[in-house]
């Protein structure tokens, strides 16, 4: 089978095309036709073993431990192992394979049944696939870490992206009054999307504005802790889910801090990939509640090309790899 393998942390240039072995599933995994795979920001952090404080989270101190790249897929199901009891061949499938080793960038892989959830049968594979990784990033960032409730004035920073265009759809689904924050050339598109109201960073900072928030999904972007504290209102939440490495950082260090010497909560958090997370945005989808923003496709051997773009941090939506 073909598939994007790499052998050392580099840019995209060190993503080569090879010819391996198609995989043979164990007991309890299904071998899985690959139709539709998409890029993450985790897929070139990883790519790149950078920030170095990703190598251990166990992808390899010197070199990466998993040689072919990708999270997220959907595709059909061909061989099934003896122990598999949710699913047979022939089944249209999708999720976020990053706790079963990667390998999404690859005609074949094969994962635990547990990482897999029907694709939604309205859903083509492409669409399906920009779901699983970024949406449930905004699910958990939203719901869990955000305890979102409707009614709420929730503000999502870098609301154009992959994470963001999930996240203001969601927050809209949990009844919240939605603002998103973008530059001008995707102010319509956040708005198409359901976002109530817009700012647009290059001309109005959202922090300085007046404006309080209930929640703060902080998406991408930079502002310093302090701004986002003065922009959430008496018991608001703010929760860094990406962003500058210095946005992580101050809401990894100060955010349990400031949380436990005042009212207004503040922090970050690392997406855990959650089958009932999946199996709930597979339900917002079927209600045409959430709708995947789909930038760019890019074919299998261009995987280097979409990690370079998404890298360049202003894709609109999701960037899609095609089989
Ligand atoms: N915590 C976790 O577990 C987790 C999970 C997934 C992702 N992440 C992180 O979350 C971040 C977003 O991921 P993603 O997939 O959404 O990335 P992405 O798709 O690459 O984000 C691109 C978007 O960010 C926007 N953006 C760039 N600079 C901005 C700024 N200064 N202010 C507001 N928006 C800005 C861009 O809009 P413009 O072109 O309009 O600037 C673009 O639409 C990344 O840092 C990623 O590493 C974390």
Known sequence: MKAIVYHKYGSPDVLKLEEIQKPTPRDDEVLI????????????????????LVRLMGIGLLKPKNKILGADIAGRIEAVGRNVKQFQPGDEVFGDISDCGWGGFAEYVCVSEDALVLK??????????????????????????????PGQKVLINGASGGVGTFAVQIAKSFGAEVTGVCSTSKLDMVRSIGADQVIDY??????KNGQRYD????????????DYKRALR???????????????FQAMLLGPWISMTGSKKMGNFITKPNKKDLVFMKELLEAGKVVPVIDRRYPLSEVAEA???????????KVVITM
């Open 33 to 52: 036709k690959v139709h539709a795979a998409s890029a993450n920001a985790a897929d070139w952090h990883i790519l790149r073993g950078k920030p170095f």
């Open 215 to 226: 929640l703060i999904l902080a998406a991408n972007g930079y502002h310093s802790i302090w």
């Open 120 to 149: 939604p049968a309205s859903m083509t594979f492409e669409e399906a696939t920009a779901v699983p990784l970024a949406a449930v990033t905004a699910l958990q960032g939203l719901r869990d870490k955000g305890q979102i409730q």
């Open 234 to 248: 008496p018991k608001g939440i703010y929760v860094a889910a990406g962003g500058s490495m210095a946005q992580i």
């Open 307 to 317: 990690l370079r773009y998404l890298e360049e941090g202003h894709a609109r939506g």
């Open 202 to 207: 290059t001309q109005e900072d959202f922090t």
